[in-house]
């Protein structure tokens, strides 16, 4: 599939889109992780889903994983710190998905985040020739509806939606701090505290009730109190119900004849 992209631009700029499959033999980028935090804050969001029953085998949720497009001739991939997307078609018996194309292989994607480092800011670079920054691709070549930047240190979240015009829109978020993502029905937000031996910010899920979306630890902790709660239930009607028993035999009542 091709596709024809064009904007009014001084000098005007133009791109020819192809959306095919990745060749086996193609060298994706084996680029490390900028630093230990990107790989868990990727790992939190996936988690808080999958424990949730969010995720569905016809999804394709990663992290540091290659979007691709063939621009003007040329084979551009870019490895968003996380990625949804909603519906994929199945990978072959026995393949392993190494990269995704639009179209090709499935719906557009729907969110792709980037978490800030102390590089040189490429998540808002615009640059409009190849291998093209990150903003470009992700806006102008892939279309991406949701574009999310994080900085994990000051913990500043900027939500960028897709406009009918074709360029990105910084979003304001709501009275709680937190943004609707309408296409997976969840509210995303920043949340401050411990995991994984980290203490900082977390970006951390809402249902559409206002409802956190837990990780592992916390459901447990949450189960545990549950049943605490319970045993404490139990004990106090035990306690009420022995000291009615004595108030009966004190009133000369036996309350086994009762």
């Not at 889903?49 to 621009?71: P, Q, R, T, W």
């Amino acid at each position: 599939m091709t596709q024809t992209l064009s904007k009014q631009e001084k000098p005007k700029t133009q791109y020819t889109v192809i959306w095919e499959k990745l060749p086996d033999d193609f060298k994706l980028p084996d680029d490390p992780v900028e630093n230990i935090d990107q790989p868990l804050l990727a790992a939190a969001l996936r988690e808080a889903l999958e424990i949730a029953g969010f995720i569905l085998a016809s999804m394709l949720i990663a992290s540091n994983f290659g979007l691709c497009a063939k621009v003007n001739d040329k084979t551009v991939v870019k490895a968003p710190d996380w990625v949804f997307v909603p519906s994929v078609l199945p990978a072959e018996p026995g393949e392993v998905r190494r990269s995704y194309t639009r179209n090709a292989e499935g719906e557009v994607p729907a969110v792709v985040m980037e978490f800030l480092s102390d590089t040189d800011g490429s998540e808002y670079s615009n640059k409009p020739t190849y291998p093209y920054g990150r903003w470009r691709f992700y806006e102008r070549i892939l279309q991406v509806p949701i574009y999310v930047i994080f900085e994990p240190k000051s913990g500043v979240l900027e939500v960028y939606r897709l406009s009918d015009s074709g360029e990105y829109e910084l979003q304001e978020p709501d009275a709680n701090r937190r943004f609707w993502i309408e296409s997976m029905g969840l509210f995303l937000g920043v949340w401050e505290g411990e995991k994984s031996q980290r203490t900082g910010y977390w970006l951390r899920w809402w249902d559409e009730d206002g409802n956190l979306l837990l990780w592992g630890a916390e459901r447990v902790e949450q189960e545990r109190q549950r049943a605490d709660e319970e045993r404490q239930k139990a004990e106090d009607e035990r306690q009420k119900a022995d000291r009615l028993m004595a108030y009966l035999r004190s009133q000369g009542i036996d309350p086994d004849g009762i």
